[in-house]
């Protein structure tokens, strides 16, 4: 299921996430806590306006964004 998701596009698409619309509630980014590039996926590890931390997900190849709450997958990792 794709997500919508408000980006600021400067040099190249998608330059970093602006807001995004999460069970039909937009939230503002706060602040952008980590990036990273894969061939086919452009990550963001952010804080938004609710206090809660999500990983927001681009699949370049299928044009579709995925949102996950940062605090639930966190509880669901071992520990090691």
Known sequence: MSA????????RL??????FCREGVWH????VLDRWQEPQILGFKVTAD???????????E?????????QHLA???PSI
């Open 75 to 77: 509880k669901r990792r």
């Open 4 to 11: 919508l998701v408000e980006t600021y596009s400067g040099h």
């Open 28 to 31: 503002k980014v706060v602040q």
């Open 50 to 60: 609710d206090g809660q931390k999500y990983i927001l997900e681009y699949n370049k």
């Open 14 to 19: 998608h330059e970093r996430p602006l807001r």
């Open 62 to 70: 299928q044009d579709i964004w995925k949102i996950l709450n940062y």
